[in-house]
T-cell receptor, first 110, second 117 residues
Framework: GQNIDQPTEMTATEGAIVQINCTYQTSGFNGLFWYQQHAGEAPTFLSYNVLDGLEEKGRFSSFLSRSKGYSYLLLKELQMKDSASYLCAVRVGGYQKVTFGTGTKLQVIP | EAGVAQSPRYKIIEKRQSVAFWCNPISGHATLYWYQQILGQGPKLLIQFQNNGVVDDSQLPKDRFSAERLKGVDSTLKIQPAKLEDSAVYLC???????????????FGSGTRLTVV
């Protein structure tokens, strides 16, 4: 099976930078997703990493180290609307099974 | 392209009643997933279909939950009888070939919020 760990909650200040870590243990690794989920809404796609390194997309960046089973999501210039849960998810195998972590609830404060 | 459609959006039932949810995936997507998301937790995979065959249902409580995917397109998820702990959001997602689409072919529907009282 898959084991995915993320911090439960984080708090950061508007305009600052925050890094949300995710560690995983799995076999047949085939990629890692980050999703954003606002309360009461479905998850929305943020990023997808399959190779080692940093992927940058505007204020959001995601990093992956396959050898360490480690990823992080970096959010820059935080805005109040970034208050949400951030879900790390791992895709494994030929049938693309996707397993989610429990999510990190980020609160952005003024 | 049209997104993943789910209905109903909300449902309130009494315990021991039955309920069914419907999902219409993105056209052409071979893989369909049902997830259960309890408040404050990440989505938990209940069942995964590849076309109309089941790939993974290891976490589906088969004594009360059932799912089918008619002709490899639409899918229904049923709970009978419902328990209080089934209160959750039920999310459907679909996926095309690996690497396809902006989300690498993996898209969620809006979900069905079930409350069992």
């Amino acid at each position: 099976g898959q084991n995915i760990d993320q911090p439960t909650e984080m708090t950061a200040t508007e305009g600052a930078i925050v890094q949300i870590n995710c560690t995983y243990q799995t076999s047949g690794f085939n990629g890692l997703f980050w999703y954003q989920q606002h309360a009461g809404e479905a998850p929305t796609f943020l990023s997808y990493n399959v190779l080692d390194g940093l992927e940058e997309k505007g204020r959001f960046s995601s990093f992956l180290s396959r050898s360490k089973g480690y990823s992080y999501l970096l959010l820059k210039e935080l805005q109040m609307k970034d208050s949400a849960s951030y879900l790390c998810a791992v895709r494994v195998g030929g049938y693309q099974k996707v397993t989610f972590g429990t999510g990190t609830k980020l609160q952005v404060i003024p | 392209e049209a997104g993943v459609a789910q209905s109903p959006r909300y449902k309130i039932i009494e315990k021991r009643q039955s309920v069914a949810f419907w999902c219409n995936p993105i056209s052409g997507h071979a893989t369909l997933y049902w997830y259960q998301q309890i408040l404050g937790q990440g989505p938990k995979l209940l069942i995964q279909f590849q076309n109309n065959g089941v790939v993974d249902d290891s976490q589906l409580p088969k004594d009360r939950f059932s799912a089918e995917r008619l002709k490899g397109v639409d899918s229904t998820l049923k709970i009978q009888p419902a328990k209080l702990e089934d209160s959750a959001v039920y999310l459907c997602a679909s996926s095309g070939l690996q690497g396809g689409g902006a989300n690498y072919g993996y898209t969620f529907g809006s979900g069905t919020r079930l409350t069992v009282v």
